[in-house]
Nanobody, 121 residues
Framework: VQLVESGGGLVQAGGSLRLSCVAS????????MGWYRQAPGKQRELVASITSSGITNYADSVKGRFTISRDDAKNTVFLQMNSLEPEDTATYYCNAKSYRLVGVLREYNNWGQGTQVTVST
């Protein structure tokens, strides 16, 4: 699958951005879609995820500010980011995750190329 992110950019603290991730195949083929981020010198971390049944999960640092959603008909996942803080500055990556039982349960990840989000003070 190809995942193409868009919507990143430069925004002032307190502002909003909406990220989009378009997949080249049905996102219903995956157990979950998610957004991760990686800041310079830091590990990649989960921001938010949404399962094929619509169950969402958020990092504590973004709860109440970010909302993940999906449009299965358009093979698209969104991340609405409000009340942005300088600490949210990072490259944001779209992720498609699936699990398969191959002797043992294995996790498979697909990644987009990333989109830069920069929040200024």
């Amino acid at each position: 699958v190809q995942l193409v992110e868009s919507g990143g950019g430069l925004v002032q603290a307190g502002g909003s951005l909406r990220l989009s991730c378009v997949a080249s195949r049905s996102i219903l083929d995956y157990n979950a879609m998610g957004w991760y981020r990686q800041a310079p010198g830091k590990q990649r971390e989960l921001v938010a995820s949404i399962t094929s049944s619509g169950i969402t999960n958020y990092a504590d640092s973004v709860k109440g500010r970010f909302t993940i959603s999906r449009d299965d008909a358009k093979n698209t996942v969104f991340l609405q980011m409000n009340s942005l803080e300088p600490e949210d500055t990072a490259t944001y990556y779209c992720n498609a995750k699936s699990y398969r039982l191959v002797g043992v349960l294995r996790e498979y990840n697909n990644w987009g190329q990333g989109t830069q989000v920069t929040v200024s003070t």
